[in-house]
């Protein structure tokens, strides 16, 4: 609770803070608030695996032409390269993230 009142707001869906960013691995805590609408924007990390585990919540993960549900306990890996998305179902997605170089 309080790890989240500290995150920062990238924009009206997403809040996040970093606890640890170097050149070659970067974790931290990201929320996603539910919106309406669909966003067909996707995100790619060109040289970094991203590892995450949802920490509270429930949403959706996009990538690779599939969508996978998200609950509390699910860990998920997304190679370096993939476009991927994030959407929180209703409420708040929280998610617990690893940026790993794979270069």
Known sequence: ATALKR???LND??????FFAAKTFT???IAFRSRRG????QIN????????QV????????FDGKR?????GMVCHIPRGTPH???ARAGELVLFYALIQTR
């Not at 996978?68 to 509390?72: D, G, S």
Request: aromatic letters at 4%.
């Open 7 to 9: 995150l920062r707001k």
């Open 13 to 18: 869906e997403i809040r996040y803070h970093n």
């Open 27 to 29: 974790s931290g805590i």
């Open 38 to 41: 669909a966003d067909p924007k």
């Open 45 to 52: 990390h060109d040289d970094k695996d991203v590892v995450c």
């Open 55 to 62: 920490i509270k919540g429930r949403g959706r993960l996009r």
């Open 68 to 72: 996978i549900a998200l609950a509390p």
């Open 85 to 87: 998305d994030f959407a």
